[in-house]
C-alpha cells in the first residue's frame, strides 16, 4: 500500500489530476502540487477548494521545483512523504523526475514518452532511446514506473490489450482513432502545449505496419470514420507515443493512430511549418536576440487552459480492432466519449486536459491499492487492464464498446466472452512478439534520413 501523492506539473492535465486526487484522498492520502511557478499551483488548489472537491482530511500543498534538478525533486518527495509521482509537466522532464523516483523508491507514472528539446519526431521505437533504458534500474530499485498512462497514450493500451485478450483469437490490426469535435470559439489554438503539440506533427511520423515501421509525411494519408455520437469525420494517420510499446508488447502486425484535423487547423500549420515558425532551432534576430520559433509562436497562442470555460461538444477516443474468432472475421470498437462542458462543470477543464488527467489517477489508486504496484517498469499493455477500466468508469471516463452484439457500456468482469487468457499474456503475444531485431527502420523509404538528423 502506497500513500501521499507529489504531481509535478501545474498545466491543463495537472488541474485535472489534482481534482481527481482530492477526490480520492481517502485512499490516496496528502496531495502536494508542484511546478517552477507558485502560482499556479496554488490557483489549482484554490479551485479545489471552490469545487468541494477534497472528500476526506490531508494535506493539499503547494511547492515551487525545478524538475529538472534531480537533487531538489529528491528532496521534495522525501520531506512531503510522497510514495506516488505524477508527472504531468512536460515531457522534457520525464528522465529527471524518475530518476529522482528510482532513487528515492517513489511510484512514478508519466502521460507521455520523453522528449530531448533539441530533437523531433525521434527514430523508433521512441521508449528505447530513454525510458526502457531504465527498466533494470527500477526493477533492482523495486520501484513501480508506469509509461504513458493518459488516454492516448494509456487508455487505449488497455482498450488494446482487453480486446484481444478477450473477444479474439487473432488480432490482424488495432486502429487508434482520436476525434475531437468540440469548439473553442478562437481563430486557432492547440488544446494542449503547442510547443508539444507541434512538434508531434513537423517531421516524419511512424506507423507499425506489416510487423516493421512504415514512415510518412504528416498529412499523407487520410482516412475517414463513422464514429459513435460524433459522426463522420476526417482523420490523418499520425505517429503517436502507444505505437512505440504496443507494437513490442502485443505481437500485433498493424497498430495504426489517426487523429481528427479540420482544414483549419491544416491550413495554419502548412503556413507556421512553411515559414520556418515550427522549428525547435534558435535563430538569431536581427536585433541580435537568439529566439527560437517554435516558443515564440507558444507564446502567441492562447493558454489551452483558457478555452476550457467555452469549450462545447465532445471527443470521441477508441480503438477499433479487427481480427478472428473461431475462425471467423471479427471487429470490435472500445471507445470513450467526453463532453467538454461537463468536464469544465465538475473540475473547471476541457475534455482533452480531462482525459488525459483521470487515467493517470487511476492508475494512481490501482498502484495505492496494490494492484498495478509490480515493482518494476511497464507500458499500459503491460498490466491487467480490467480494474483501470472498470475504475475509470466509476471515475468520469466510462467505456463503452460497439461490436455484433450492438452498442453498450463495458464492464470488464461482466463481459460473458472473456477467454480463459485474459488477465494474463495471450496466446498471441507470446506466439507473435517480434524479436528486437524485427523493429528495425525500413532502409528504403524516402523520409527515414530525416527522421534521423
Known amino acids: 500500500m502506497k500513500r501521499n501523492v507529489l504531481i509535478i506539473g501545474a498545466g491543463g492535465v495537472a488541474h485535472v489530476a489534482a481534482h481527481k486526487c482530492a477526490q480520492n484522498n481517502i485512499l490516496l492520502g496528502d496531495i502536494h502540487i508542484a511546478s517552477r511557478t507558485l502560482e499556479k499551483c496554488q490557483s489549482i488548489i484554490n479551485s479545489i477548494k471552490a469545487k468541494g472537491s477534497q472528500r476526506g482530511a490531508g494535506l493539499l500543498q503547494a511547492h515551487q521545483l ?13 520531506s512531503t512523504n510522497s510514495q506516488i509521482v505524477i508527472n504531468v509537466g512536460s515531457p522534457f522532464l520525464n528522465m529527471s523526475i524518475m530518476t529522482a523516483c528510482i532513487e528515492t523508491g517513489a511510484a512514478y507514472l508519466d502521460t507521455a514518452i520523453h522528449e530531448d528539446p ?35 497514450p494509456g487508455v487505449v493500451n488497455a482498450y488494446g490489450r482487453f480486446a484481444m485478450d478477450t473477444y479474439f483469437d487473432k488480432v ?13 470559439s478562437r481563430y486557432f489554438a492547440t488544446n494542449f502545449d503547442p510547443e508539444i503539440n507541434f512538434r508531434e506533427f513537423t517531421s516524419t511520423v511512424w506507423s507499425w505496419e506489416q510487423g516493421q515501421w512504415k514512415a510518412n509525411a504528416m498529412f499523407e494519408r487520410r482516412q475517414d470514420w463513422d464514429m459513435p455520437v460524433v459522426g463522420k469525420n476526417t482523420t490523418y494517420l499520425t505517429g503517436h507515443d502507444e505505437l512505440h510499446s504496443m507494437s513490442r508488447n502485443l505481437g500485433i502486425p498493424n497498430i495504426r493512430f489517426w487523429m481528427g484535423f ?51 461538444g465532445k471527443t470521441c477516443i477508441g480503438d477499433l480492432v479487427k481480427g478472428k474468432k473461431n475462425g471467423k472475421p471479427q471487429e470490435v470498437l472500445i471507445y470513450n466519449i467526453c463532453d467538454h462542458k461537463e468536464s469544465y462543470n465538475e473540475v473547471g477543464s476541457q475534455a482533452i486536459s480531462y482525459t488525459a488527467g483521470v487515467p493517470v489517477v487511476a492508475a494512481a489508486m490501482l498502484i495505492a491499492n496494490g494492484s498495478w504496484d ?19 468508469n466509476r471515475m468520469g471516463l466510462v467505456t463503452r464498446i460497439r461490436d455484433a452484439q450492438g ?11 472473456v477467454s480463459a487468457n485474459a488477465r494474463k499474456r495471450s496466446p498471441q503475444v507470446a506466439a507473435n512478439h517480434y524479436p528486437k531485431g524485427e523493429h528495425k527502420l525500413p532502409k528504403n523509404n524516402a523520409y527515414v534520413k530525416s527522421a534521423l538528423r
Request: aromatic share 6%; glycine share 8%; with cysteine.
Open 118 to 152: 533539441g530533437k523531433v519526431c525521434e527514430a523508433p521505437p521512441w521508449y528505447g532511446n530513454y525510458e526502457w533504458k531504465r527498466s533494470e534500474d527500477c526493477r533492482q530499485a523495486g520501484v513501480t514506473a508506469i509509461l504513458g498512462v493518459g488516454f492516448d
Open 172 to 184: 490482424e490490426s488495432i486502429d487508434i482513432i482520436d476525434i475531437n469535435a468540440g469548439s473553442h
Open 262 to 312: 479540420g482544414e483549419h487547423y491544416i491550413n495554419v500549420f502548412t503556413v507556421l511549418k512553411n515559414l520556418g515558425l515550427l522549428s525547435e532551432q534558435p535563430v538569431r534576430t536581427a536585433e541580435g536576440l537568439e529566439v527560437v520559433p517554435l516558443k515564440v509562436v507558444k507564446a502567441v497562442l492562447p493558454d489551452p487552459a483558457s478555452l476550457a470555460p467555452d469549450y462545447t
Open 374 to 392: 509490480v515493482g518494476h517498469m511497464a507500458n499500459v499493455e503491460e498490466l491487467d487492464p480490467a480494474p483501470f477500466i472498470d475504475l475509470m
Open 407 to 417: 452498442d453498450r457500456v463495458l464492464h470488464p468482469q461482466h463481459e460473458s466472452v
Open 66 to 78: 525545478d524538475a529538472l534538478d534531480i537533487e531538489a525533486t529528491k528532496a521534495l518527495i522525501r
